[in-house]
């Protein structure tokens, strides 16, 4: 009993959508002004926990390493962000952009006085 495959009903198939699942959303919405603090935020929480770790009176060189690294990443995190954010939002002003990028100085001339310390 061989069976012939069923036939369809007539119809073409429609064209898949260009755009897969959804429209791709663009980075400079991804940069809205909550999202800048907020890692900014984890930029200084890095550097907060690399400075705890230095405190910690050890002379372990994988503990002061690793404080180092944690005040270095995180500083370099944060100046990034803001720059980012200063560069590619197109929800901040011109007199935010110009704060953030004096954020990212200062983040980063922070990070060299805080692995300076450790």
Same mark, same amino acid.
Request: glycine letters at 16%; proline letters at 8%; hydrophobic letters at 50%.
């Given at each position: 009993? &061989?069976?012939?495959?069923?036939?369809?009903?007539?119809?073409?198939?429609?064209?898949?959508?260009?755009m897969g699942y959804g429209m791709m959303m663009g980075m400079e !919405? =991804? *940069?809205?002004?909550?999202?800048?603090?907020? $890692? &900014? /935020?984890?930029? $200084?929480? *890095?550097?907060?926990?690399?400075?705890?770790?230095?405190?910690?009176?050890? =002379?372990?060189? !994988?503990?002061? /390493?690793? +404080?180092?690294? #944690? @005040?270095?990443?995180?500083? *370099? #995190?944060? @100046? *990034?962000? +803001?720059? @980012?954010? @200063?560069?590619?939002?197109?929800?901040?002003?011109?007199?935010? !952009? $110009?704060? $953030? #990028?004096?954020? +990212?100085?200062?983040?980063?001339?922070?990070? !060299?006085?805080?692995? /300076?310390?450790?």
């Amino acid at each position: 009993m &061989n069976v012939p495959p069923p036939q369809g009903s007539g119809q073409p198939m429609p064209p898949p959508y260009p755009m897969g699942y959804g429209m791709m959303m663009g980075m400079e !919405n =991804a *940069l809205s002004k909550r999202m800048i603090w907020g $890692l &900014n /935020a984890v930029g $200084l929480g *890095l550097i907060y926990l690399g400075f705890l770790f230095g405190l910690s009176g050890t =002379a372990d060189p !994988n503990v002061l /390493a690793t +404080a180092r690294f #944690f @005040a270095f990443s995180g500083g *370099l #995190f944060g @100046a *990034l962000i +803001a720059i @980012a954010g @200063a560069l590619g939002s197109r929800r901040t002003t011109d007199m935010q !952009n $110009l704060g $953030l #990028f004096i954020w +990212a100085g200062f983040l980063l001339v922070f990070t !060299n006085f805080v692995v /300076a310390l450790l």
